[in-house]
Every structure is written in structure tokens, then in C-alpha cells.
């Protein structure tokens, strides 16, 4: 998948700030490239585990498709893991899409993306550009 630089940029700002929280949010896209992110409330507020405020939801789902895009990737932080999918990221994964995992690597918030079905998870490259 592709993320455009200012996508990454505000995803990476929004998971640092929202530390020690897990941070999640909501990736727009057409044909596999970002178009907009929709950082959600993690209505958890844990460190260990999200879930995203129903109603800011639907609400950018609905901008999604008033904007003729898709729902190209979920996103969500590990603040103090790693960026792999966790047993609980496999088991409440319930789209086809790609799910972006942020984790603090030497001082730095690094992404990766995966394809979540079932106990399986199958990496997806991620590059970022313009």
C-alpha cells in the first residue's frame, strides 16, 4: 500500500500524542493509495487495547464514500510493543483491509501493515511518498 507523506505525518504525529494510549484511526484511499486519515477516540483509553468511538465511525466512513474513496486501512498503536499484530489484533480483526500497526523502534514511530484473517497474519508493504 501506498501512504502519501502528509497520511504518514499525521498518523505518526497522532499515535506519539495520544501515548501511553493505544492510538487508532481510520486510512482513506483510492486504488491502494492513501487519500485522507481520520484519527479516531480510542473509547478504551488503554495502553493495551482500543476500540474507536462508534459514532466518529461511521461519521468518516460516511465522508469516505461521500468522497467517492474507500476504506483502504485501519490503523492503531502498540505504545509500549512492537509493531506486529498482537493475539487480540488477530481475533477482533473484522475487515478486509489493511491494518497499520505503530510502535515507538529506537525512539522513532515506525509502521507496518498487515492483512488480518483469523489466527493468520500476512505482512504488507508499506511505502510512503508524495
Known sequence: MF????????????????????????????????TAVFPITN??????A?????DEQV???FAMEARGEELLAIYHSHPGGLPTPSRRDLAEAAYAVV????????????????RLEGEKAQEVPVRVGV
Open 59 to 61: 461519521r468518516a466512513l
Open 43 to 48: 473509547v478504551l483509553h488503554s495502553p493495551t
Open 50 to 54: 482500543y476500540r474507536m468511538a462508534p
Open 3 to 34: 501512504l502519501r507523506a502528509a497520511d504518514f505525518r499525521a498518523m505518526q504525529t497522532h499515535v506519539a500524542r495520544a501515548a501511553p494510549e493505544e492510538a487508532c484511526g481510520l486510512v482513506a484511499g483510492r486504488g491502494g493509495k492513501s
Open 99 to 114: 491494518y497499520l500497526i505503530w510502535a515507538p523502534v529506537g525512539g522513532t514511530w515506525v509502521v507496518r501493515g498487515f
